[in-house]
Structure formats: structure tokens, C-alpha cells
């Protein structure tokens, strides 16, 4: 594809580097700022810019935050001594959206996957073990995706904080609402026949 | 979705403005660039700031260009005596990138769309006119839509220019390469039929 302008070429450029972008969409969007004011555009690329300029993470569980206590952290509605242990920020975003989960978080930054190299070094575990210690947390609550690695993550992290009157959870592995039995693979069957509830528990 | 940071959710918005692209990959995006470096952020923003500022329009078509003349018309190997006449910018890149037209262009900006309030005056079709007289166009080849306002549009221009000494082309309607006779539909087949041509020219 031959564009008629430099400009319009390096502006396409940085935006087929975005995730799922191609030339292709890369373009409509370009074309689509172009017919906007001046100034739109101006602000545009100063909210990005300024985005990752000035976004700090807070300084006791690593989400993203305006200041250095992010809002969840500074809540004291929260229950302060139960942790959820997330990967990323996109899952503390995906639980804060249930609206069902009351504790404060941690965002490990990653998972322990020694085949793309990373180790528990690169990771926010050592912060996590000492908040752990210092808050006097009494339950510490894993929701990281149900993999190899998630399951190698959790069992580093509890062998580290064994000696911590802690208790640790995970969240439930089972068939997903509206999934279809038939169609489960047969982990996720045999774990959610093993770890079978009461009916009570589950109409509760 | 509630954002624990009003910069990223500023971030969000702004990308989230732009077309086909919703709340949740506006967020993707965002997290994606907030891996990034900040420099490599800040270039994102100016490149696509910058585009938007400086972008020129060729004075002569209507083009993008970084100059007064787009590099299409200052292009000397070009048949500068036919001139396609195109409704938007992405029409000219399209055209450009089948490599098979070598003459120069005249963006319309839009078609006569008086249902969408577009009359002829807010379209590039007086410096159209006056260039077909000036120049001394031999050709003039419509590239517009096959709907009713690209046929408006052409009939509109035809009768402006009926009295200046050049031929009027519209490109060739009818079925798609690689389409199926059956899936076509009723307008295209006859007007494909009433155009047939001899089989001579269409296999040169």
C-alpha cells in the first residue's frame, strides 16, 4: 500500500504497532482523525502521552493509581486483611466489575514461567511477603488463570509465607455459568467433581 | 467498567472516540502503551499530533500531500490529460495500489447527498471544472460508488462540463472477479448484460 504522505505514513506506522491493528485498520483510523479538528487530535495524542507520563503505581500493591495509594488501598470500607493475588491490572479491572469482591489487592506483574524467562525475581513477590508479615493479613486469595504456570506461582508463593499465620485460598475452578457439561475438558469435570459443594453452600 | 486511575481512564476515552474501536479494546490498547516506554509514548502521541497539523492538500487535486503539489501531479511520466475522479482519499489509495492507472486524480471530498445536507458547493467540483478547462483534460474517468448519489454526482459534473471538449468514462460495472453469477443481484446482472463485451477485448 503507497500513501501519498510521509506524515500520514509514520502515523499509520505507530498505530499498526498497537495489538490487533493492521495497516489496513491503521489507516481508517488515521483518516478518521484527519477529519478532525486540529486540536482534537492535539488532545489526543497529549492524553496518551501524558498517560504514561504521569500514571504512577501504587506503592503497596502495585495497581495502577493517581498518587501513591491507589483508591482500593486507601478504602478503609475494604476489608484490609484479605488479599486477592492477580497477575495483571486487567484482572483487578475484570474483579472490581463483579462488584462482589469486598478485600484489597496485589498485581504480581506477571507469573513465574521459567520458559520465557521469568523468574519470582522479576515479580512483586518479595513486597507481597513482607506485606503479608506487616499487615497481619489473615487470608491471602490467588485468582490467577488456572495454568502451569498460575498453579507453579501459587505454590512458590505459599512455601514463602508458610511460616505466616495466613490463610491461603484460590478462587474456584469448576464449569463456568452457562457452560455446557458435555463440552468441559476433563480437568476442569474431575476437579469440580472432587471439590463438589453442598447445595446449600451453592444456593446460598 | 470502573478504571482505578482517571488518567488511563481519560486514555481510554480518547481512544475509545475512534471508529470500531469500543471500551474494552480501547483498554487493551491503553495497556498495551503503558508497557511501553515513556518516549516511545510521547513519539505515538507527537507522530499522530504532527500528522494532523502539518498534512497538506495538494492544491491541484485535492490529495494528501506533504507539499503545495501531492507527488501524483508533479509526476511528469503520468498522463497528466486524464483525470479520475475519486470521492475520498482512501478511493485514490486503492486505485493506486491495483498499479494499473497512470493518470492523475481530483478528490470530490464527498458525494451530492442532499439527504445528508452534501450540495455541490461544499464538493471540489469547481476547481474541477476549472481545471478541465484550463489543462485541457481529455478524459475524465468517474470512480465513484454505484449508488444513487455517485450517479447524481456524475451526471451533475457531466452537465457543467458538456461544453468543454472531453471525454466523460465512468470504470466498468458488473460482476466481481472471483464472484458467483447466482449471488449477484438483479441490477448488476442486467447492467453487466446490457454491457457485454466482445470477448476479444476483455481476455487483451
Redesign the interface.
Known sequence: ????????E??VA??A?????GKK?A????????K?E?EE???????????????RFCNRCH????GDI???CANTMRNQKLICVVE???D??AI??TQQYNGIYHVLGGIISPLDGVGPDQLNIESLVNRIGKEGTEELLFALNPTIQGDTTIYYIQKKIQHLPCRVTTIARGIAFGGELEFADEMTLARSIANRLPVQQYVK
Chains 1, 2 share one sequence.
Open positions: 500500500m503507497q500513501l501519498p504522505s510521509t506524515l500520514l509514520n502515523a505507530e498505530f504497532k498497537l495489538p490487533g491493528i485498520t489507516l481508517r483510523l488515521v483518516l478518521h482523525l484527519l478532525k486540529v487530535v492535539q488532545h489526543f495524542g497529549e492524553t496518551v502521552a501524558k498517560m504514561r507520563r504521569d500514571i495497581n495502577i493509581s493517581d491507589c483508591a482500593t495483571n491490572i486487567r483487578v479491572i472490581e466489575s
